[in-house]
């Protein structure tokens, strides 16, 4: 049998891998040999799968991940899965640019402080978006006092457009209204404090009065025709959002808002008696139907789509700006879950998936 199969040796020589990857790859069951030895525990491979050690090798080079170099291996929708990746390779060089660009530019006013240090930033929005934008992303600040760069709410300029982001590590949401001011080049954005962040909330008129905000230089500033609020912000890094919601669903389902709060509230749930969410963490599972819509679970089975979150964040998500409809994209149960309404495309929140302890 030997003569007709590779040693373990020959396909690394042959295919560019190492001896050790391949023993990787075999344990992780995506290049599994025809033959292992049973005296020397020795790996024998078929002459057909030098092809796919060979493919194997440029999809590392690439970076695809395991999961979906099995699924290229496969032959499961191969095609999408490169072109999913290649979406992904092309937002990370966006990022990229987009962080270089601000590098050179605190680079310059490290080295030229006087003269490029550039004043507040001044941006015009409209106070019933800005109510609109607070209150979809109000619900996942972070509140652990040992996370200070989360107690708050980011303000970030980009373009046309002001974005405010919120997370707690285990959810974020984010939102896009339009602005007037904005620089063309990125800028920093500012933590806007908790305290700060709801004591703007409340003088907000829901109308389209301007709202003229001051951000930089520690400071925060918002004014409308009637009242006028400000505070120091932290000098303290927040999270790059733009890594967290680099997101690739399989599976998009659109739904009334009310009728998964109502699933929710009287479907099944599961306790987590410890974990980072908590002592006695209620958990929702969310399984795809055969139709396509999507249903509470109470016993999911390996091979249902579905997958697990606390209860109490995804109710909170859902009331985020009470959206009539909802989209939902649903990656897997360890992929985080969108949630979005339609028409806002800059406007969703995304919710970190928990593993369920294996059944006794």
């Known amino acids: 049998m030997e003569s007709e199969l590779h040693s373990i040796g020959e396909l690394a ?13 075999d344990g992780a069951e995506v290049l599994t040999p025809a033959w292992v030895d049973p005296q020397t ?27 979906d170099i099995r699924a290229v291996l496969s032959g499961h929708q191969p095609h999408r899965v490169l072109d999913s ?12 640019r987009r962080e270089l660009s601000l590098i050179r530019t605190m680079i310059e006013q490290r080295e030229h402080p006087m003269t490029t240090t550039p004043s507040d930033l001044r941006l015009t929005v409209r106070a019933d978006g800005l109510a609109a934008a607070l209150d979809a992303v109000r619900f996942a600040v972070g509140a652990d006092p040992e996370l200070p760069a989360l107690a708050g709410v980011l303000f970030e300029a980009d373009g046309p457009v002001l974005r405010l982001v919120a997370t707690d590590r285990y959810r974020m949401a984010l939102a896009e209204l339009p602005a007037l001011g904005a620089p063309q080049q990125p800028v ?8 700060l962040v709801d004591a703007l909330r409340t003088l907000l008129p829901d109308d389209t009065t301007e709202v003229a905000l001051t951000l930089g230089g520690g400071t925060f500033r918002a004014e409308t025709p009637d009242h006028r609020i400000e505070g120091t912000t932290p000098d303290l890094d927040y999270p790059d959002h733009r890594v967290l919601t ?12 009310a009728d998964l709060r109502a699933a929710i509230e009287t479907g099944a749930t599961h306790t987590l008696p410890s974990g980072p969410h908590g002592a006695d963490c209620q ?28 209860r109490d964040y995804l109710l909170d998500a859902l009331d985020a700006g009470r959206p009539d409809q909802l989209l939902l994209e649903l990656g897997g149960p360890i992929a985080p879950l969108a949630i979005r309404t339609p028409g806002r495309t800059g406007t969703f929140s995304v919710l970190m998936p928990i593993r369920l302890p294996e059944p006794a």
């Not at 024998?44 to 970076?63: I, K, S, T």
């Not at 920093?188 to 305290?195: D, H, I, L, N, Y």
């Not at 958990?283 to 997958?307: E, F, K, M, N, Y």
């Open 188 to 195: 920093p954005g500012t933590t806007v404090p908790t305290a």
């Open 283 to 310: 958990v929702t599972v969310l399984t795809l139907t055969p139709d396509g819509g999507l249903a509470v679970a109470a016993d999911p089975t390996p091979d249902d789509v579905h997958i697990a979150l606390n």
């Open 246 to 257: 680099r997101l690739d669903p399989r599976h998009r389902i659109t739904l009334p808002a």
């Open 85 to 96: 990746h290649l979406r992904r390779l092309e937002d990370g060089l966006a990022d990229a």
């Open 13 to 25: 020589r042959a295919s560019g891998l190492g001896v050790g990857t391949l023993r990787y790859y």
């Open 41 to 67: 525990g020795y790996r024998w491979y078929r002459p057909g799968q030098l092809a796919d050690a060979r493919l194997l090798a440029r999809l590392r080079r690439v970076g695809l991940p395991l999961a």
